[in-house]
């Protein structure tokens, strides 16, 4: 650290080792008010630039972020802490090809440095990468066995897989060294087949009291006592514990619920009337695009798709938004402003530019999936871009769908931290898949997940039928099929079709709040 600092006054290597000391712990504002007392001359130096990039990352600011530490690398370029920095702010501004090539830089320069290899392994997952993903945390576990966040990730992974018992067993080593450890209790809450021990909860809430856990462990610790509590019975304390732990979230990082839906807004006016796409109409024939708002049932969706013997269950591809924002960095201007200049060409060359970058995944067998949830976004430019395509809309009761997300610890996803932007984010799904139904009603199906749960054949054979794939009864059968799964649903698609998972009535009136957001009546019974 002192070498790092160097050219630094001693007021300012302060500064610097608070704030670094603060991102540590994940607060933000300590961190922002020690930087803020740096001179403007000192502002340029690479340590510094280290810290405000790991600020803006935390966040939220993703490009000021990834220009500061670009600056810092500049000036470092052999470091391999720096390479390391940097790689996180491109995987969390979710550039993940650009974030695994700069920490295998880190990792080269330093083969001893457990942390590149962790964060390495966590863009590998990100980028679909698994296999890569298990030996490089595998590297980073044998280098510091008692780094939790790398054990916790291994975890996940067994937990993926359907090894219950060994992720358990995981997430509780670390527990027994580090009960603060958010990840682990998490964890722990994601293996949604089995309950908390019956003192967890007291052992969670004696948790949030030590000074060690961060910001990040108290979230994490909190989704999963509302889920203990939820569990026991206690559904006033369950939200009143997820309502701090979103309100934590959110005082990090914010949501413009008009901003996004003013750009869903110019991105349906941008296809509308569909643009000329590609020439060749069945280009991306092999893929099957399965949208929806997050805890819709999409990931059961791609089970049944997966359990046919034409298709291959690819999972959250990150690849159709990475086009996009290379043809957005190669205009100079975002997406969608560009779409009216685009010519018949230019579709063609994004559809196999796609094609490309998710080849890994064609061959094995003549159809593969792609459920990143918010392609909905992008389904205009799917139909230009890949004509032959099929998209599934996946929907769920939307009371049901906003509780289940109000419920469930998301990265990123910031439009769940209130009810108001919850209800906001679901009128702009709903608004733009009727209207991308209504323009390509061949080629966009929505699917209900009720509907799956009332008459389980017929709605797979009516997927399979839209998909144009020959019924097998496999699909029937879908949680025999053996594939890692890697959403928050991976337990529960392992298991024969649940029709009991609604979970709003347990809650009553005290889901009033969110009722009147998405403009329904109150609970039956509630006081007026």
Known sequence: MTSRLQGLSDATRQHVVRA???????????????????????????????????????????????????????????????????????GNAGNYDAAVEVLQRACQLQPGLALAWFNLGVMLIRGVRNGEAEVALHKAVEL???????????????????????????????????????????GLAELKTTRFADDDIQRMQTAMQRPEASDDDLIAIGFALAKALADAGRYAE?????????????????????????SITAVDAAFSPAPEGADTPTLGQEVIFITSLPRSGS???????????????????????????????????????????????????????????????????????????????????IRAMLPGAHVIACRRDPLETC?????????????????????GFWRDFDRSIRHWSSLHPDHVLEHGYEDLLADPEASIRRLLAFCDLPFEAACLQFHATRRDVHTPSATQVRQPLQRDTARAPLYGALLDPLRAALGYPPFAGSPE
């Open 299 to 381: 990931t059961l969706v791609e089970q049944i798709l997966a359990s046919h013997s034409a298709v291959e269950g690819a999972g959250e591809l990150v690849d159709l938004p990475a086009v996009l924002a290379e043809e957005s960095q190669r205009r100079g201007e975002p997406f969608p402003r560009w779409v009216p200049a685009m010519r018949p060409a230019d579709w063609e060359r994004l559809g196999r530019r796609y094609l490309e970058r998710s080849l890994h995944w064609q061959g094995r067998r003549p159809r593969f999936t792609d459920k990143l949830p918010n392609n909905w976004i992008y389904i205009g430019a």
């Open 144 to 186: 510091d066995p008692g780094q939790s966040a790398a054990r916790a990730l291994l975890g996940d992974e067994l937990r993926n897989r359907g090894a219950v018992s060994e992720a358990a067993a995981q997430y509780r080593q670390i527990l027994a060294r580090q009960p603060w450890v958010g990840q682990a209790w998490w």
């Open 238 to 262: 369950s939200l009143a514990a997820l309502a701090q732990a979103n309100a934590l979230a959110r005082q990090r990082q914010s949501w413009d619920a008009a901003g996004f839906s003013a």
């Open 20 to 90: 670094g000391a603060a991102l540590d712990a994940g607060r933000l504002d300590a961190a922002s008010q020690s930087l803020a007392a740096i001179p403007p001359a000192e502002a340029g130096h690479p340590e510094v630039l280290r810290m405000r990039a790991g600020v803006h990352s935390l966040r939220g600011q993703h490009q000021e972020a990834v220009a500061a530490m670009r600056r810092a690398v500049a000036q470092r370029p052999d470091d391999a802490l720096y390479c390391n920095t940097l790689g996180t702010v491109y």
């Open 403 to 423: 509780l289940s997300c109000y419920r469930q610890r998301f990265a990123g996803n910031e439009y769940t931290r209130t009810f108001g932007d919850l209800a």
